[in-house]
């Protein structure tokens, strides 16, 4: 299928799926990404190529694969790729891809035991959120809850931070903080904060066990409230004059511990 300048339905779904404008259909950029796509076996509803990159051999059997997986094919121009891209510089192909499911029903059923969650809450920056996602994939978690006050695990930037991750990693989307921690204490998960200012060590707190790891904004960190609300709050250790971690990188550290001791105690 061809798009022209006469028939730009498509282009202008794209664009709304880009802006957030419909909930329930992700926007996918890039080759790297439609490959996770495709290995994760994301439900394919679009697929947009440049017509530069669809005469590449290397891009031809994902190509071809995305063709059979989707019910629409389109080849545009670099220009009008350019009109939808959500980079400076468009990398040659847009996919439209059913939301996974991020409903707590769903999130709930998914869950292995002992789970080790991440509940990210008031993280709006959704590079931050991406890439904790990514860590929690690789480091063994079992699931990410994102709260009402953090970005969208599913926007295009968080994703491109994921590469993929999202597509794999139980998502819950959009409880309260206080509905969170609800949900963690009925199935009797342990919820630990991350706070900078806490006396407890992270390596030092049991993590074999059912856990949920909290992580607020770097900004200024989840509030008084809020870590007396978990079970017990955690530190990183840091040298020099460093006041903190990246977000995501604390969510290593800490995440990494607990797949080290479960390890430990297999």
Not at 24 to 45: D, F, H, N, T, W
Not at 122 to 130: L, T
């Amino acid at each position: 299928m061809h798009i022209t300048s006469r028939d730009n339905s498509l282009l202008r779904q794209a664009r709304a799926v880009r802006d957030g404008k419909i909930h329930e259909l992700i926007y996918v950029e890039g080759l790297r990404l439609a490959e996770e796509a495709v290995r994760s076996q994301l439900k394919i509803e679009a697929v947009i190529v440049s017509e530069q990159l669809a005469q590449k051999e290397k891009a031809a059997a994902l190509i071809s694969e995305l063709g059979r997986a989707s019910e629409t094919l389109a080849s545009v121009s670099e220009r009008l790729l350019e009109s939808i891209s959500y980079t400076k510089t468009p990398q040659g192909i847009v996919l439209l891809a059913s939301r996974p499911q991020t409903s707590q029903q769903h999130f709930a059923a998914t869950q292995s035991a002992p789970a080790l969650i991440v509940i990210m809450h008031r993280i709006n920056n959704p590079v931050n959120v991406g890439a904790i996602l990514r860590t929690a994939e690789a480091a063994g978690a079992t699931g990410a809850v994102a709260t009402q006050t953090t970005s969208d695990p599913l926007s295009p930037k968080s994703l491109r931070g994921a590469m993929g991750s999202a597509f794999r990693l139980p998502v819950w989307l959009g409880p309260t903080y206080e509905e969170a921690l609800l949900w963690c204490g009925e199935r009797g998960i342990k919820t630990i904060c991350a706070d900078v200012h806490a006396s407890n060590v992270y390596n030092e707190v049991d993590w074999q066990g059912p856990s949920a790891l909290i992580l607020g904004p770097e900004s200024e960190g989840l509030s008084g409230a809020e870590i007396t609300s978990a079970d017990i709050a955690v530190g990183i250790p840091m040298q020099g004059m460093a006041e903190s971690l990246n977000v995501a990188v604390a969510a290593g550290v800490v995440l990494y511990e607990a797949a080290r001791q479960r390890a430990a105690g297999n």
